[in-house]
Structure formats: structure tokens, C-alpha cells
């Protein structure tokens, strides 16, 4: 069975941690990096939706509808920041085929839960990546906007984390064939993180000068202490447990 937080894991990883707290050295990055969570809290609320609507009820209908509120609160709020960091967002109208390319995959429910425990796992930790970085207040004003926000949001995540997981167990108690389903969740979630810490280096290795050099608003972000980003100093505390 795959572990769900072992420090194997590309989400709970120094790697993980060292790109999130390169992100967040800039107020442009960060400003770019709220507005995409905005977008893919959205996009995680219509597909639980989705999967609700068609395939759930009672008790986890009720969840899951919750889950959706929250999630959509979330992806508010996550824009809502994005004028203390010094930039605005704009909001383009959406292509409807974009819509679609959301909502296009078919999942039964229980993989569907997996597959949203694997990714609320992540977020979980991602997050508190997040609050560690940003409890370094290298930008006091946004840490002072931003902390409370997510800490906020840091509760419901855990709930999200917690009311799946429960559901898994349950299914699993009845039908242990359900277990490579879940490893394979885990895994898949996985090897995406892997891949978008490739496709986020591949970024910044293009854009790191320019993206900080032009954020003149941030004196912090271009001298940047070099010793922060060595594997071993990198981990928070208490983020892989
Ligand atoms: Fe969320
Ligand atoms: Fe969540």
C-alpha cells in the first residue's frame, strides 16, 4: 500500500516545499499563484458536482454538496487576496470548451473519492507549505491579509481530507478489492505533483530573473538568501506529518 504522506511523496517533498516558497519570494508569483488556486478550487468544486449529482446520495450527497460550497468559497477567497499582493485580476470571459475539458472524464464514485482524498491530501499540505512561508513574513502586509485567510480555509481542507478518508475506510471494510483503487489514486496524484514541480521549475528557470528582477515592489524577493533553497534546510518542521 502506497503511503499517503511519506516523504516519498512528491507533494510532502523538499522539492515541493522548495518551488511553493520560491513562488511566494515574489508578490507577481504569488499574485499569479492565488489566482490559478482560485481557478482550480472552481474547477475541483464543479467536478464533485458533478459526481454528486449523478451518483450520490443520502449522506454523502449532503458532503459532498458541502464540499462544493466550500471549495467555491475557496477559490473567492483565494482571489479576493489577490489585490494585497499589489496586482488585480481580470476577469476574461470563459470558453466554453475550456468548461467542458473540466468536466470531461467518467468516474464511479468510490474512484472519484479516492481520487479527491489523494488531491485533498495535497492540498492540505501544500497549504500549510503556504502558512509556513508566509509566517516568515518576508511581505508583513500579505502575511497580515493572508494568514487569517487561510487559516480558514486550512479547516475545511482538513474536513475535506477527514470526510473522505472516512468514506474510503468504510468502503474498504466492505470491499478490501477497493484497495488498488486507492493506491492507484495515490500514485497518479503523485506522479502529477512530480509533474507539475517539473512543469513550475521548467518555469522558473525561464522566467526567475525577469520575474523578479521586475518586482520592483519587492526589494526581499531579489536577494533572495541562497541557503534557504539547499534540500537541507528546506523542509517546515512539522509539514510531513
Ligand atoms: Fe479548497
Ligand atoms: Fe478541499
Redesign the pocket.
Known amino acids: 500500500m502506497v503511503r499517503a504522506l511519506g516523504p516519498d511523496l512528491a507533494y510532502g517533498s523538499p522539492a515541493m516545499y522548495g518551488v511553493t516558497a520560491t513562488v511566494l519570494s515574489s508578490r507577481r508569483m504569488i499574485a499569479y499563484n492565488l489566482a490559478q488556486n482560485a481557478i482550480d ?1 472552481a474547477k ?1 468544486a464543479a467536478r464533485i458536482q458533478m459526481i454528486a449529482d449523478k451518483y450520490a446520495d443520502g449522506d454523502l450527497f449532503k458532503k459532498m454538496h458541502r ?1 462544493v460550497g ?2 467555491l468559497k ?1 477559490s473567492k477567497l483565494f482571489k479576493d487576496l489577490v489585490p494585497a499582493t499589489g496586482y488585480e485580476t481580470r476577469d476574461d470571459p470563459v470558453e466554453p470548451a475550456a468548461t467542458e475539458d473540466v468536466l470531461d472524464f467518467d468516474d464511479e464514485l468510490r474512484a472519484f473519492i479516492c481520487r479527491v482524498h489523494s488531491i ?1 491530501l495535497r ?1 492540505w499540505t501544500v497549504l500549510r507549505m503556504y502558512q509556513h512561508v508566509l509566517r516568515q513574513r518576508a511581505f508583513p502586509d500579505i502575511s497580515d491579509t493572508a494568514l487569517p485567510v487561510l487559516d480558514d480555509i486550512m479547516q ?2 482538513i474536513n ?1 481530507v477527514v470526510y473522505t478518508g472516512q468514506q474510503i475506510d468504510e468502503w474498504l471494510r466492505d470491499d478490501p478489492g477497493l484497495q488498488p483503487v486507492f493506491d492507484q489514486c495515490l500514485e497518479h496524484t503523485n506522479r502529477e505533483t512530480w509533474q507539475d514541480i517539473a512543469a513550475m521549475t521548467a518555469w522558473l528557470a525561464k522566467n526567475y530573473q525577469a520575474v523578479l528582477a521586475n518586482d520592483e515592489a519587492n526589494p526581499a524577493a531579489v536577494n533572495l538568501p541562497e541557503t534557504r533553497f539547499l534540500v537541507g534546510e528546506l523542509a517546515p518542521p512539522a509539514t510531513l506529518t
Do not use: A, F, I
Open positions: 478550487e475541483g464540499h466550500e471549495e475557496h485533498e492540498s475545511d481542507e475535506h
